[in-house]
T-cell receptor, first 117, second 114 residues
Framework: AQKITQTQPGMFVQEKEAVTLDCTYD???????LFWYKQPSSGEMIFLIY??????QNATEGRYSLNFQKARKSANLVISASQLGDSAMYFC??????????????FGTGTRLQVTL | KAGVTQTPRYLIKTRGQQVTLSCSPI?????VSWYQQTPGQGLQFLFE???????NKGNFPGRFSGRQFSNSRSEMNVSTLELGDSALYLC?????????????FGSGTRLTVV
């Protein structure tokens, strides 16, 4: 069964520093996608970055990059040059493409990031 | 381009009542998925609709149901509300089943059952 594990309930980082949020996953599907979302206190889920299982390059989107290590089944999010506005919950999620559940996302438990001055 | 619109934003209901939540997808999006978010269970998939048909269902009791209209707007209904149904309900829309990069969430409806 598909599973996402985020082992860091909370993280602190100083403004302008980089931070890595950990995510490991488990799936028997060969075709899958990994997502990171940001959820501020308002509740909306904001898409940050996506990595497909067949993508050879690590995904990057501005200050966000995804460190994809397929053999280790990890998909860590790296935020460079943290800003106060980055303080939020961060969720790692996975979608399997070959199991007939194409649009279903499975989420991890999230990491609460606090950026300090 | 308007985003995914969920109404109402907040809702308070009494145990035993029923509730209907609405989700209007981004124009042109035909797939709508629903999720429940609680502190205890986290984010869990409820169901997905495409072309007015339920395509996928999560592991929730039959008290949770949904439907999709011809304009792709979707509603979910919870009957006989329980305290444990208090949650943030999120919907997401996409252009097609399995579409990845246009999968967009709304701001959610926060339901409190008292």
């Amino acid at each position: 069964a598909q599973k996402i594990t985020q082992t860091q309930p909370g993280m602190f980082v100083q403004e302008k520093e980089a931070v890595t949020l950990d995510c490991t996953y488990d799936t028997s599907d060969q075709s899958y996608g990994l997502f990171w979302y940001k959820q501020p206190s308002s509740g909306e889920m904001i898409f940050l970055i996506y990595q497909g299982s067949y993508d050879e390059q690590n995904a990057t989107e501005g200050r966000y990059s995804l460190n994809f290590q397929k053999a280790r089944k990890s998909a860590n999010l790296v935020i460079s040059a943290s800003q106060l506005g980055d303080s939020a919950m961060y969720f790692c999620a996975m979608r399997e493409f070959n199991t007939g559940t194409a649009s279903k996302l499975t989420f991890g438990t999230g990491t609460r990031l606090q950026v300090t001055l | 381009k308007a985003g995914v619109t969920q109404t109402p934003r907040y809702l308070i209901k009494t145990r035993g009542q029923q509730v209907t939540l609405s989700c209007s997808p981004i124009s042109g999006h035909r797939s709508v998925s629903w999720y429940q978010q609680t502190p205890g269970q986290g984010l869990q998939f409820l169901f997905e609709y495409f072309s007015e048909t339920q395509r996928n269902k999560g592991n929730f009791p039959g008290r949770f149901s949904g439907r999709q209209f011809s304009n792709s707007r979707s509603e979910m209904n919870v009957s006989t509300l329980e305290l444990g149904d208090s949650a943030l309900y999120l919907c997401a829309s996409s252009s097609n089943i399995g579409a990845v990069l246009d999968y967009t969430f709304g701001s959610g409806t926060r339901l409190t059952v008292v």
